[in-house]
């Protein structure tokens, strides 16, 4: 069982920073596919970024400005967002997977309760 909580949402002025953590427990860590996700109000849950090892991917909308980053030290998922934009507005969710399986298109199967990340124009 892995138990994630995340931090950092909050409210920001389009052009700036946020930095969302996502802490997990669990001693196998390293080894899990960890993803960052995002609803906002009416919208479908959609991909934002997500790291196994040393390997990152990003959503075509937030290349460029989002990079995430792990800590296995401290079992935390970073999400650095810079020049945000009133579309990134959304609940933002950790997520963590089996690795290579989900790595590789399978479903991640812990979630963390969210945090908001508000955009103002």
């Known amino acids: 069982q892995v138990q994630l909580v995340e931090s950092g949402g909050g409210l920001v002025q389009a052009g700036g920073s946020l930095r969302l953590s996502c802490a997990a427990s669990g001693r196998t860590f390293s080894s899990y596919a960890m993803g960052w996700f995002r609803q906002a109000h009416g919208k479908d849950r959609e991909f934002v970024a997500a790291?196994?090892?040393?390997?990152?991917r990003y959503a075509d909308s937030v290349k460029g400005r989002f990079t995430i980053s792990s800590d296995n030290a401290k079992n935390t998922v970073y999400l650095q967002m810079n020049n945000l934009k009133p579309e990134d507005t959304a609940v933002y969710y950790c997520?963590?997977?089996?690795?290579?399986?989900?790595?590789?298109?399978?479903?991640?199967?812990?979630w963390g309760q969210g945090t908001q990340v508000t955009v103002s124009s």
């Open positions: 997520a963590a997977g089996a690795g290579l399986s989900t790595w590789l298109g399978g479903k991640y199967d812990y």
């Open positions: 790291i196994w090892w040393s390997s990152t």
